[in-house]
């Protein structure tokens, strides 16, 4: 922090603390919660400058159910001057030695959230976004681990930020070999000018311990992300299957066509119809019309109420994309507001993707969206929003904010963001909202508070996603994860895989489909008949079963994972290999969570095994031939 006689001392000390139950909500921030007080308890301890008057409350909230902490702070100026944060972390965890490693998910557009592990070494280690959002490039998510520790067995310490914008997470190694984990809002181009009476409320840090490996940690954070975090009717409701226009026409559709494959999509059981981008303003392709969220009526003649209720008279329900947070320069919003986005005075407005983002710290900006999306909500019988941000923040200045309060543009973005969506999504709690930036530029907690399914990567290869799909379920729920079976060769690498492999994959999350359902065959189309009937039976357990991580894709040429149910009384287990290989060796995988007092059939077979033998000895992969290779085995409990 920053005086106003320019020093940066400050004398924290303790003044008092006090225990309750229950958890209290973070003002204007997402957080986890509790349905009642009897599932946490909450340590808040109070420390104090006298000299300035800055009190600091440290949280702690300790859940009952699982190894989880909670921690954030709050400043509070009590003195007569104005105090400027200079850096303000949410969590600051001490370890009294230096033997672990330390893992993050770094990434990529396309390859978002691979899985790193490394030695720690003296020093500074960290990951960080200054993008605006929590990126593709990094996760708001570190992991300590015992060197010996792997899906299975050892200790494990998570670290989850609950926050979509600028972070930091840092592990310092001292000269004594004592470990400091430090996370929260990225210091780096931020300060927060608290005047006389004012406070700031940091978000929170959600820390796991495991014992049993990652797999155990990774089974805590989707139980509390997704009963915890994530809310509304939608929370523990099945998903429903989908398929999105935009790998099948991309800019270039009419009703017509529209229609056409809408029908094909419902005669193929699909119960969800989403309608992508470009189908507002002048939207014929990515240079005009953000911000102007009205219908293009030469493509729709009669309008999202006309089109929805034609689908939905073919028994599926209607979807829709948005992208709220944008502005095209060659907009009717733009040239009325030109000052609505984010921009320096004297710089270029650097374009990305053909577009600004809209000044989300302004709070007439914010009023403005919240109107306008919700007309657009309201106008027809919408079931599902696709929330779109596909760049990331350049020249981060409001015209709104005097100079002194400049660096605090990015947080203020947050804070009306999450506002925003606060509203929106509580005006319409039969919409089941899905967040997106390119992909899966933002898939962090702060956004599952919101919306409890986020589209994983704008990768829909079957390959890169065996990466993508098992890195993102260190920290998130399988609930949370948009999966889609899309053409081939694929849009984004040009491979060729299978019909089957391609839905091995995308059933391993939130299925759906992206591609040009007319075009199949009618082989292809018996066949996503097939895979859209079978999923139905077993979405229950994927979306909502205990995850289990088996063979890594990241360590080999094979990937496995399997979900079981609650009671054990049932499993689904899926392999995949990618590249064949000449006389290679019998293969088997060993099973996990399994009751090892259970016999299990497997559907399809007749065979029946022991819960035991399965997880010990394993299960048989059968030797097939070629390259990209999926097999799923249906295990029920036998009687």
Known sequence: MQLENGSTISDLRYKTHRIYKGKPKL??????????????????????????????????????????????????????????????????????????EWLHLPGAWARERAVERRPLVTGIQSVESRRGASSHQQNPFIALLRKHANEDVG?????????????????????????????????????????????????????????????????????????RLARGAFRDRERPILINNWEATYFHFNEEKILHLAKTAAELGIELFVLDDGWFGKRDNDRSSLGDWFVNKQKLPNGLEGLAKSINQMGMQFGL???????????????????????????????????LVLDYSRKEVCDYIIQVISDVLASAPISYVKWDMNRHMTEIGSAALPPERQRET??????????????????FPHVLFESCSGGGG??????????????????????????????????????AMGAHVSAVPNHQVHRITSL?????????GNFGYELDLTKLSEEEKQKVKEQVAFYKEIR????????????????????????VSEDRSEALVAYFRVLAEANAPLSFIRLKGLDPNKDYEIIGSGEVYGGDELMYAGLNVPQRRGDFISVIWRLKAAH
């Not at 890169?464 to 260190?474: A, D, F, P, V």
């Open 155 to 227: 200790e494990v310490y998570g670290f989850s930020l609950v926050y979509s914008g600028n972070f930091l997470a840092q592990v310092e190694v001292d000269q004594f070999q004592t470990t400091r984990v430090s996370m929260g809002i990225n210091p780096f181009d931020f300060t927060w000018l608290l005047e006389p009476g004012e406070s700031f409320q940091t978000p929170e840090v959600v820390m796991v311990y495991s014992d049993k490996g990652l797999n155990g940690m990774s089974q805590t954070y989707h139980q509390l992300y997704r009963t």
């Open 500 to 508: 089957e492999m391609r839905g091995h994959v995308a059933m391993s």
């Open 321 to 355: 994309w948005v992208e709220p947070e944008m502005v095209s320069v060659d907009s009717e919003l733009y040239r009325k507001h030109p000052d609505w986005c984010l921009h320096v005075p004297n710089r270029p407005r650097s374009e990305g993707r053909n577009q």
């Open 410 to 427: 990015a947080h203020r973005y947050m804070l009306g963001l999450y506002r925003v969506m606060e509203e929106i999504t509580s005006r």
């Open 540 to 563: 229950r357990l994927v979306q909502f079963g205990t995850f289990y991580r088996i063979l890594s894709p990241f360590e080999g040429n094979e990937a496995a994972w399997m979900f």
């Open 442 to 479: 933002r898939f962090d907690p702060g956004m599952l508070y919101y919306m409890p399914q986020t589209w994983t990567s704008d990768n829909t290869d079957a390959v890169s996603r065996l990466k993508i799909q098992y890195g993102t379920s260190l920290v998130y729920p399988i609930s």
């Open 27 to 100: 003002e204007e921030l997402p957080a986890t919660y509790v349905e009642n007080e009897n599932e946490a308890e909450t340590l808040e301890i109070v420390l104090e400058d006298r000299v300035i008057g800055l009190r600091v409350t440290l949280l702690y909230t300790v859940y009952e159910r699982w190894n989880v902490i909670t921690r954030s702070a709050r400043f509070e100026n009590h003195g007569a001057e104005q105090i400027k944060l200079l850096r303000a972390l949410s969590m600051n965890v001490d370890f009294p030695h230096a033997d672990y």
